[in-house]
């Protein structure tokens, strides 16, 4: 009996980086909140209050894209791709 010299579970490796592109592709790279502003109603750096943010903003590997979220929330991290699109 010959050991056969190419099988399927030989290729199965290959699905992991085509999985990461196609995200990479569909998602973007992750970016991290790094600073923000938000509406000061008098509770100043108090951790423990609901806050309304103006204005985010994201460093990752694309550089930083700023944000004016319209509902009041920013992420911890958000997803962008080269062309600034999210």
Known sequence: MKPR???ASYLLWIIVPLAL???K?????PHVRTSYSWVDEGQ???PFTRRFYTKCLFW??????TIHPT???CAWVRFFKPDGNR
């Open 5 to 7: 010299l190419f099988r």
């Open 21 to 23: 592109f196609g995200a």
């Open 25 to 29: 592709e569909t998602f973007g790279l």
């Open 44 to 46: 100043g750096m108090d």
């Open 60 to 65: 990752g590997p694309y550089g930083g894209y």
């Open 71 to 73: 509902d009041g929330h």
